[in-house]
């Protein structure tokens, strides 16, 4: 769990505030405002509640609390599966077959999150080693591919440097 905790925690950022601006009028009234229409669809869940040009805050979100695998092992050859795991409800999902049709089968290669995509770098697939890159949108479910490192690497790291992400 603190993998996961870490993961959620590391691309949230929160904006500093002060005191005055925490309990402003304008925002205990959006709070207000929040509370009554999540506690009217709870008590009364008709499907005319749910209009987001009403209330915009009812739009649905990734939470948080997704974690999402990539590839790696099975039997004796690399996979290109794609699954997600929701800690708010302990259940695993596995991204459909369409997705999946352009999905490299890799294992050993390197993934990071930056700016709502996740990048696939590198990897290993039992026979070869690779340079390519490619992203996925979890909100669309598209693959992409991206410009090529200039070597082949897997096993390895990726993370962050400023807002660029370093292999």
Same mark, same amino acid.
Not at 37 to 59: A, C, E, G, T
Not at 82 to 88: H, N, Q
Not at 92 to 96: A, C, I, K, P, S
């Given at each position: 769990?603190?993998?996961?905790?870490?993961?959620?925690?590391?691309?949230?950022?929160?904006?500093?505030?002060?005191?005055?601006?925490?309990?402003?009028?304008?925002?205990?009234?959006?709070?207000?405002?929040v509370?009554?229409?999540?506690? %009217?669809?709870?008590?009364?869940?008709?499907?005319?509640?749910? %209009?987001?040009? @009403?209330?915009?805050?009812? /739009?649905?979100?990734?939470p /948080?609390?997704?974690?999402?695998?990539?590839g790696?092992? *099975?039997?004796?050859?690399?996979?290109?599966t794609?699954?997600?795991?929701?800690?708010?409800v =302990?259940k695993?999902?596995?991204?459909?077959s369409? *997705? @999946?049709?352009?999905?490299?089968? /890799?294992?050993?290669?390197?993934?990071?999150?930056? =700016?709502g @995509?996740?990048?696939?770098?590198?990897? !290993?697939?039992?026979r070869?080693?690779?340079?390519?890159? !490619?992203?996925? =949108?979890?909100?669309?479910?598209?693959?992409?591919?991206?410009?090529?490192?200039?070597?082949? /690497?897997f096993?390895?790291?990726?993370?962050?440097? %400023?807002?660029?992400?370093?292999?």
């Open positions: 769990m603190t993998f996961i905790y870490i993961l959620r925690h590391s691309f949230a950022s929160i904006p500093e505030t002060t005191d005055s601006e925490r309990y402003s009028e304008e925002g205990h009234e959006y709070i207000t405002t509370f009554n229409v999540l506690n %009217d669809i709870h008590l009364h869940p008709l499907p005319s509640k749910f %209009d987001i040009r @009403l209330h915009p805050f009812l /739009r649905p979100r990734i /948080r609390d997704i974690l999402f695998v990539f790696g092992w *099975s039997a004796s050859n690399a996979t290109n794609i699954e997600s795991y929701d800690c708010r =302990n695993w999902y596995t991204t459909d369409q *997705s @999946l049709v352009s999905a490299p089968f /890799r294992s050993y290669h390197g993934l990071i999150s930056f =700016n @995509l996740i990048y696939i770098i590198g990897g !290993f697939d039992g070869q080693h690779f340079n390519t890159v !490619f992203t996925f =949108n979890p909100i669309t479910k598209t693959l992409s591919e991206k410009s090529c490192m200039h070597s082949p /690497r096993d390895i790291n990726v993370s962050f440097f %400023d807002t660029i992400p370093v292999h």
